[in-house]
């Protein structure tokens, strides 16, 4: 960030020493503005790679230029869905797990650790067995993911308080509990349906941005766009709670009303991720940390460069997944923790001591 | 948005219109009435009446236990009193929106953690959320009130650095840097001193006692220290057990025979030469003098 000048000069009256970076001092305007578009530049960088490379070479240029070849067919068809919806996905992940990290005070609260995705997939696991013969499961699916993951948030955040206070390590533990709970849930449908619906429930389970329609990155879009909308309104008082639900309180935070919404919210958009790719851990964990230490805790810049984080991260992690082994494909959930396991670790060991009490 | 908010809200008509709908220093800023309140079914403040007043500083003394923090957190507002009203500027605190509070009223609690690594400036730059938009950014006024706040504490130099990299006084003079970036007409302090050393707490009882008299705040603090009570605080409030043991001016509120009955141990109460307020020594099991 040093190529953005500060824009205000000091105020202190010349009793400043010249030690500390006034860059670092506080978010300015000018400094959101300069990190986003950083990361935007980035963010469309990764995609137009991602647009390029495959296991089919593709040109570019012929796609845009003739509309009836066939490398248009496959770029408007195949690729670009697949690239939006990975987009789309990790910049709600990221989203989601920068808000749930500060609704919680602890940098290692995220959607799959917690056990939120966990709950979302085998609420969409069971609607589409359930409703499979009916038809309209693309609405079902979605909601009954969102009721469970909402189920899922409420039931870890009570579960994790101790006399009231929300402690770090039981949140934690909670969310180990309620992940290894929905694994063995998902697992007992799995072992009693037919062959049909288990390959879609491995699928759930390991998270892939495989074909997705047209259809489904719009309605993962509205619902995303909508969350960082609300989201993004609540930034301020995410910063107040940071320092305590007290002092957010005292500082004018109505802390029950931006607790619930954000829960609701949060959940919505966890429910849209996992019923159009399953289960991607990780990715709302690793986006904000690095986030957080590039550009300052401060969340009205953490929650929308979260979003086009959270959006590059995961086209770099999907387009790794499908050409790795081209023209066979990974699942990009596993190259997500495979990443995001040894961070996790990293997080643990560097914040552990300082931010949990360890 | 009620009248007395958009008075709030004015920036630099603040003190003319705030004293305007308080009345002049030595009115009572805030008021608890019977004030009872506690966590679970015990009650850990009982029935306890006092006045904040506008341009005085009055410190809540007692031992562990005593409901100290209690008290303070019902008076903020964050915690719910069983019974007993409470009053801001004559009208009950519950009829106040959250955000109005906080333009007239700043609390600092006991322990001030913090979750991911804000700077000084940004924690100070807290303490003007009240007065902002959801959307806004600070503006250079904002920034000019953080900045003297943080002066006013000997931030400055700090104001840069991430607060958990700050010592336990430091951190605790950023946070009474934001209570003061609030610009509140009270100011409630839960144990202000307790990581400083000596040079510092006399710096901050100074700095509030300056503000009491020049903006015409009303303080609270609670203490451990009896000695600074005697020395910076107009008024006290003696409490055991969730009652009020004594109430008023130093010399009236602790006395020896109330000090000895509320710490159960006997208490010597004389003058400090230097400043002429109390000076306050425990006897209880004394080494053998020095022959």
Same mark, same amino acid.
């Given at each position: 960030?040093?190529?953005?000048?500060?824009?205000?000069?000091?105020?202190?009256?010349?009793?400043?020493?010249?030690?500390?970076?006034?860059?670092?001092?506080?978010?300015?305007?000018?400094?959101?503005?300069?990190?986003?578009?950083?990361?935007?530049?980035?963010?469309?960088?990764?995609?137009?790679?991602?647009?390029?490379?495959?296991?089919?070479?593709?040109?570019?240029?012929?796609?845009?230029?003739?509309?009836?070849?066939?490398?248009?067919?496959?770029?408007?068809?195949?690729?670009?869905?697949?690239?939006?919806?990975?987009?789309?996905?990790?910049?709600?992940?990221?989203?989601?797990?920068?808000?749930?990290?500060?609704?919680?005070?602890?940098?290692?609260?995220?959607?799959?650790?917690?056990?939120?995705?966990?709950?979302?997939?085998?609420?969409?696991?069971?609607?589409?067995?359930?409703?499979?013969?009916?038809?309209?499961?693309?609405?079902?699916?979605?909601?009954?993911?969102?009721?469970?993951?909402?189920?899922?948030?409420?039931?870890?955040?009570?579960?994790?308080?101790?006399?009231?206070?929300?402690?770090?390590?039981?949140?934690?533990?909670?969310?180990?509990?309620?992940?290894?709970?929905?694994?063995?849930?998902?697992?007992?449908?799995?072992?009693?349906?037919?062959?049909?619906?288990?390959?879609?429930?491995?699928?759930?389970?390991?998270?892939?941005?495989?074909?997705?329609?047209?259809?489904?990155?719009?309605?993962?879009?509205?619902?995303?766009?909508?969350?960082?909308?609300?989201?993004?309104?609540?930034?301020?008082?995410?910063?107040?709670?940071?320092?305590?639900?007290?002092?957010?309180?005292?500082?004018?935070?109505?802390?029950?009303?931006?607790?619930?919404?954000?829960?609701?919210?949060?959940?919505?958009?966890?429910?849209?991720?996992?019923?159009?790719?399953?289960?991607?851990?990780?990715?709302?964990?690793?986006?904000?940390?690095?986030?957080?230490?590039?550009?300052?805790?401060?969340?009205?810049?953490?929650?929308?460069?979260?979003?086009?984080?959270?959006?590059?991260?995961?086209?770099?992690?999907?387009?790794?997944?499908?050409?790795?082994?081209?023209?066979?494909?990974?699942?990009?959930?596993?190259?997500?923790?495979?990443?995001?396991?040894?961070?996790?670790?990293?997080?643990?060991?560097?914040?552990?001591?300082?931010?949990?009490?360890? | 948005?009620?009248?007395? @908010?958009?008075?709030?809200?004015?920036?630099?008509?603040?003190?003319?219109?705030?004293? @305007?709908?308080?009345?002049?220093?030595?009115?009572?800023?805030?008021?608890?009435?019977?004030?009872?309140?506690?966590?679970?079914?015990?009650?850990?403040?009982?029935?306890?009446?006092?006045?904040?007043?506008?341009?005085?500083?009055?410190?809540?003394?007692?031992?562990?236990?005593?409901?100290?923090?209690?008290?303070?957190?019902?008076?903020?507002?964050?915690?719910?009193?069983?019974?007993?009203?409470?009053?801001?500027?004559?009208?009950?605190?519950?009829?106040?929106?959250?955000?109005?509070?906080?333009?007239?009223?700043?609390?600092?609690?006991? @322990?001030?953690?913090?979750?991911?690594?804000?700077?000084?400036?940004?924690?100070?730059?807290?303490?003007?959320?009240?007065?902002?938009?959801?959307?806004?950014?600070?503006?250079?006024?904002?920034?000019?009130?953080?900045?003297?706040?943080?002066?006013?504490?000997?931030?400055?130099?700090?104001?840069?650095?991430?607060?958990?990299?700050?010592?336990?006084?430091?951190?605790?003079?950023?946070?009474?840097?934001?209570?003061?970036?609030?610009?509140?007409?009270?100011?409630?302090?839960? @144990?202000?001193?307790?990581?400083?050393?000596?040079?510092?707490?006399?710096?901050?009882?100074?700095?509030?006692?300056?503000?009491?008299?020049?903006?015409?705040?009303?303080?609270?603090?609670?203490?451990?220290?009896?000695?600074?009570?005697?020395?910076?605080?107009?008024?006290?409030?003696?409490?055991?057990?969730?009652?009020?043991?004594?109430?008023?001016?130093?010399?009236?509120?602790?006395?020896?025979?109330?000090?000895?009955?509320?710490?159960?141990?006997?208490?010597?109460?004389?003058?400090?030469?230097?400043?002429?307020?109390?000076?306050?020594?425990?006897?209880?099991?004394?080494?053998?003098?020095?022959?």
């Amino acid at each position: 960030m040093s190529g953005v000048a500060p824009i205000r000069e000091r105020q202190g009256g010349g009793l400043d020493e010249a030690g500390a970076p006034e860059t670092h001092d506080y978010l300015t305007r000018g400094r959101a503005l300069g990190a986003l578009a950083m990361l935007g530049a980035i963010l469309l960088v990764t995609a137009s790679v991602a647009l390029a490379c495959g296991s089919v070479h593709l040109s570019l240029l012929t796609a845009l230029n003739d509309p009836a070849s066939a490398d248009r067919a496959i770029l408007m068809g195949v690729r670009m869905p697949r690239v939006l919806m990975g987009a789309i996905v990790g910049a709600v992940l990221a989203m989601v797990g920068a808000a749930l990290q500060a609704l919680v005070r602890n940098p290692l609260a995220e959607g799959g650790i917690l056990g939120i995705s966990g709950g979302g997939a085998f609420g969409a696991v069971l609607a589409m067995i359930l409703f499979s013969q009916f038809g309209g499961s693309d609405v079902v699916v979605p909601v009954c993911a969102f009721g469970a993951a909402l189920l899922s948030t409420l039931a870890v955040y009570r579960l994790a308080q101790v006399e009231g206070r929300l402690e770090p390590l039981t949140l934690l533990l909670v969310g180990v509990i309620f992940n290894a709970f929905w694994g063995a849930a998902i697992m007992l449908v799995n072992s009693v349906v037919n062959f049909y619906f288990t390959h879609s429930i491995l699928f759930w389970l390991m998270g892939s941005f495989e074909a997705p329609t047209w259809h489904e990155v719009a309605i993962v879009a509205a619902l995303g766009a909508g969350g960082f909308a609300i989201l993004l309104g609540r930034a301020r008082d995410l910063n107040l709670l940071s320092l305590g639900d007290d002092e957010a309180t005292h500082l004018g935070v109505e802390v029950d009303a931006v607790r619930r919404t954000v829960f609701i919210v949060t959940s919505v958009m966890i429910g849209a991720a996992v019923s159009v790719s399953g289960v991607i851990t990780f990715v709302g964990l690793i986006v904000p940390h690095m986030l957080r230490s590039l550009f300052g805790a401060d969340h009205r810049l953490l929650i929308p460069a979260a979003m086009l984080g959270g959006a590059a991260f995961t086209v770099a992690a999907d387009l790794i997944a499908r050409t790795a082994i081209a023209p066979a494909e990974l699942p990009v959930g596993a190259i997500t923790a495979l990443c995001g396991g040894p961070f996790f670790i990293y997080v643990l060991r560097q914040e552990g001591r300082r931010t949990l009490g360890l | 948005m009620d009248g007395t @908010e958009t008075i709030a809200a004015r920036p630099g008509a603040d003190n003319a219109a705030a004293r @305007e709908c308080l009345g002049a220093p030595d009115a009572v800023a805030l008021r608890a009435i019977k004030l009872t309140a506690g966590y679970g079914n015990r009650a850990a403040v009982r029935e306890v009446s006092i006045d904040v007043r506008r341009g005085e500083l009055l410190a809540i003394v007692g031992p562990n236990g005593a409901g100290k923090s209690t008290l303070l957190r019902a008076l903020s507002g964050a915690l719910r009193p069983w019974s007993g009203t409470i009053e801001l500027a004559s009208r009950p605190l519950a009829e106040y929106d959250r955000r109005a509070l906080a333009r007239r009223m700043a609390t600092v609690a006991q @322990e001030n953690p913090v979750a991911f690594r804000f700077t000084a400036l940004e924690v100070v730059l807290m303490g003007r959320a009240p007065h902002l938009g959801a959307w806004r950014f600070e503006s250079a006024h904002d920034l000019q009130i953080a900045r003297e706040a943080l002066a006013r504490f000997d931030l400055t130099a700090l104001a840069g650095r991430a607060i958990q990299e700050l010592s336990g006084g430091e951190r605790k003079r950023v946070f009474l840097a934001r209570a003061l970036a609030q610009e509140p007409e009270v100011a409630l302090l839960d @144990e202000p001193s307790a990581f400083l050393d000596l040079r510092h707490v006399a710096e901050i009882f100074g700095r509030f006692r300056e503000l009491a008299a020049t903006r015409a705040m009303a303080v609270a603090v609670t203490l451990h220290d009896l000695n600074a009570a005697a020395l910076y605080a107009d008024r006290v409030l003696l409490m055991k057990d969730g009652a009020a043991a004594g109430y008023g001016r130093p010399e009236e509120a602790m006395t020896a025979e109330r000090l000895g009955a509320v710490y159960d141990t006997e208490v010597y109460v004389g003058r400090n030469p230097a400043t002429g307020a109390l000076a306050i020594l425990p006897i209880g099991a004394p080494r053998r003098p020095a022959v």
